[in-house]
């Protein structure tokens, strides 16, 4: 049988299948050279070479997009404790910010209700019920026109001797204030006159001597004068300084009028019988 003589490959392929087998070549060196340490170096992957000489940006890009910590675990594989951690983290974050919206709502409707009623909040009725608090207003017996100048006739004006009263009617000394009013009902206007004492006026005006314990509250007339009849009705109304309770109690009572001024008869004149 004839010898075929061999036939040249084009340059391209010749070239590419040479280098294929000096690569082969070199692999199984590399496989049989001795070990260092009792342990036998891994050769490299085969084409690897090829891939990088050839397309260097390969390996760039490979950097990039799987970051040091990813390779040794596979490119695109999550931690599952960094993703645990990162959801912890977000969600204590918007408890925190809950919180804050919560905190300002609150405060926004503390400042509304403080200012409606005021820096003093009304107790509640339990609480209320545990304090010795007021429960009522009597009025003393001495109540009644006040002769206040000892050189004029009749009297000047009215004394109010007030007691604030607890649940079992004993009287007791409480902060509040006083608004009384005397009322002529047979006269027209009836309205006598109208007295205010604040806190500050009513505890000046407390008298706990002996055996007394209640406020005296001095009314002296006002510009429209004494009333023109003996019987006044006067109005106490007394305001709780702790609860914001009124309490109200009136009576009819007795005044000195000042006497009229007397006039004296003129004499007749003389008629000329009597001369």
Known sequence: MPFASPTRAPEGQQTEGHGASRGVVTHLRQVN????????????????????????????????LCPSGAVLSGCGSPNVASVEVRKQNQAIRDEVETLKRAREADAATIRS???????VPTLSHERLAKLFTTHGLTLGRLTGGADLDRNKPGDEG??????????AGE???AAGSFTVEAF???ADPPTVGKWQFDLDAARKAWNGVALSRQYVLT???QQQGPPKHPDVTVKVTFRDELTGREYSEQRVVKVR??????TAPTAAPP???SR
């Open 271 to 273: 008629t000329a019988e």
């Open 171 to 173: 009287a007791i000394k």
């Open 219 to 221: 009314c002296p007339w």
């Open 158 to 167: 009215i004394k109010v001797y007030a007691q604030p009263t607890d649940d």
């Open 33 to 64: 050279q001795p070990r260092r340490g009792g342990r036998r170096l891994l050769p490299p992957l085969r084409g690897s070479g090829f891939l990088t000489d050839r397309f260097p940006q390969l390996a760039l890009w490979a950097l990039v």
């Open 113 to 119: 209700l403080q200012s409606q009623i005021g820096s």
């Open 184 to 186: 002529d009902l047979a």
């Open 257 to 262: 009028l000042p006497e009229p001024a007397s």
